[in-house]
């Protein structure tokens, strides 16, 4: 099975930027969506931006504007450019995968942290 790891998490300050990389130990052109969630202390797991294998995207509300997903499956990767970071931003990031035309199974990372302090 094909394993997800995130890299690029950080602390950071207000309005700062940080760009995450998933790398994949395998093909991605597969997995129909490649995400990126975000969990909170105390909240749960939430999408923030997704890449599909057609070519599009689509991202949050509380994001949208801010952040850019971008996918490369020539070399295995989603990247999650974050602008304008704000306080409410601070989270563990998970890489997501998912794939399956009748059912629905998903990969996930082992997270990688970000903080925004102000």
């Known amino acids: 099975q094909v394993q997800l790891v995130e890299s690029g998490g950080s602390s950071v300050e207000v309005g700062g930027s940080l760009k995450l990389t998933c790398t994949a130990s395998g093909s991605i052109s597969g997995f129909t969506g490649m995400s990126w969630y975000r969990q909170a202390p105390g909240k749960t797991r939430d999408l923030v931006a997704t890449?599909?294998?057609?070519?599009?995207?689509h991202y949050v509300r509380a994001v949208k504007g801010r952040f850019t997903i971008s996918r490369d499956n020539l070399n295995r990767v989603i990247h999650l450019q974050m602008n304008n970071l704000k306080p409410e931003d601070t989270a563990v990031y998970y890489c997501?995968?998912?794939?399956?035309?009748?059912?629905?199974?998903?990969?996930w990372g082992q997270g990688t942290q970000v903080t925004v302090s102000s």
């Open positions: 997501n995968a998912d794939y399956g035309a009748f059912e629905r199974f998903e990969i």
């Open positions: 890449a599909f294998s057609s070519g599009s995207t």
